[in-house]
């Protein structure tokens, strides 16, 4: 049994900050600070501030647009990209930008197939570098079945870039009948990993940090949109998918919990962590729940339905080691849980400031 909700909760006070903090861009209870406090109420609107991955909306001829899913509707999304280094190993800033857009929509059950791509470029970065992060962004595209159809270019003064920033903007085509969403988990649900948990923010780390493996460790940034279209064909009841980037999955989980007003208790048991990914961050005192994934994704899915779709998920090459790590309560609802091996229980909250900047 877990303990009295009293003795879970963090009671890490939340605080306004007079200047931006690096916590502010991780993911974590800094950025939701900074959207409550000021993003929404200086921009919010009924589709904003659903704060799902995208906003799916239906025009209706007149120039306004809701989120209804009577019929076919337009899913958009915008990303900014600022790794550092902006090649490492398994992809670069490049593929990164188009992955990580591409996905959000996917997540959102959307069929991406537009992007356009804003390049802010440092003075002196070596043109061989920009070809070959472009060459990169190009196939990535190529192979995500999406056009770039738009965008722009900056150049700034040596040192006030570090070397490439790209935003993206994404726009996808959401089938009538489709909803997913954030708001939609509910007590008895299951939740599934598509994979292993941290490899992204690892090899980015053993490049920073010079670490050494036996093995190679890879990025494991990658496109999701054929692994959520066979998922969504199999089991179209699917409840939410997110793709846990910064922040990870303990985050990810924590932003549902709060929009569905649910609690999650995962397995640690049925975690799936890389040997190498899991020493580097004991060694480095950090916690693989935290470590951001740009190949994964999360999804909540009703009992009855989740083994045929661990079946299909692990038929598919982004899908092999796809597992189930938890279920969804109706008890300490906005609260993330996880069961250690040893059977005690501890939350998990979300990211209070930056495990590692610049990620993505």
């Known amino acids: 049994m877990m303990p009295d909700i009293d003795q879970l909760v963090c009671a890490t006070p939340v605080m306004r900050h007079d200047r931006v ?13 900074l959207l409550e406090q000021l993003i929404l109420p200086a921009l919010g609107n009924d589709v904003l501030n659903r704060l799902e991955d995208q906003a799916v909306l239906r025009f209706d001829g007149q120039g ?5 899913a009577e019929s076919g509707r337009l899913a958009i999304t915008t990303d900014a990209f600022v790794v550092r280094p902006i090649f490492f190993p398994g992809g670069d800033i490049g ?22 791509v804003s390049l802010i470029l440092e003075e002196g970065l070596p043109m061989a570098d920009l070809e070959r992060v472009l060459q990169s962004l190009g196939r990535a595209a190529k192979d995500a079945g999406v056009q770039v159809v738009a965008g722009d270019t900056k150049v700034v003064e040596r040192g006030n870039c570090d070397q ?15 909803s997913l969403s954030c708001h939609a988990a509910r007590a008895g649900d299951h939740v599934i990993v598509s994979g292993t948990i941290g490899d992204h923010g690892v090899a980015i780390m053993s490049v920073r940090e010079g670490l050494e493996f036996e093995t190679v460790l890879k990025s494991d940034t990658a496109c999701l949109s054929g692994l959520t279209r066979r998922m969504l064909e199999v089991c179209p009841n699917i409840r939410c998918m997110r793709d846990p980037t910064r922040g990870g999955v303990a985050s990810a989980l924590n932003e549902i919990a709060r929009a569905s007003n649910v609690g999650f208790l995962l397995s640690e048991a049925d975690l799936v962590v890389r040997p190498e990914v899991r020493a580097a961050c004991e060694m480095l005192g950090l916690d693989p729940l935290y470590m951001p994934c740009e190949g994964r994704l999360l999804a909540i899915v009703p009992p009855a339905e989740s083994a045929e779709l ?24 906005g609260t993330v849980a996880l069961r250690s091996t040893f059977g005690r229980e501890r939350v998990i909250p979300m990211l209070s400031g930056e495990q590692l900047p610049r990620i993505c």
Do not use: F
């Open 21 to 33: 903090m690096l916590g502010h861009g991780g993911g974590g209870r800094l950025g939701a600070d």
């Open 64 to 68: 306004s647009c809701s989120s209804g």
């Open 95 to 116: 593929c990164l930008a188009v992955h990580g857009t591409v996905n959000d929509l996917a997540v959102g059950g959307a069929e991406p197939r537009y992007l356009t």
């Open 164 to 178: 490439v920033y790209i935003t993206t903007t994404g726009v996808g085509y959401v089938p009538p009948g489709r």
């Open 310 to 333: 661990l079946t299909a998920m692990q038929s598919h090459p982004l899908g092999w080691n796809a597992s189930v790590i938890g279920k969804v309560l109706s008890d300490h609802p």
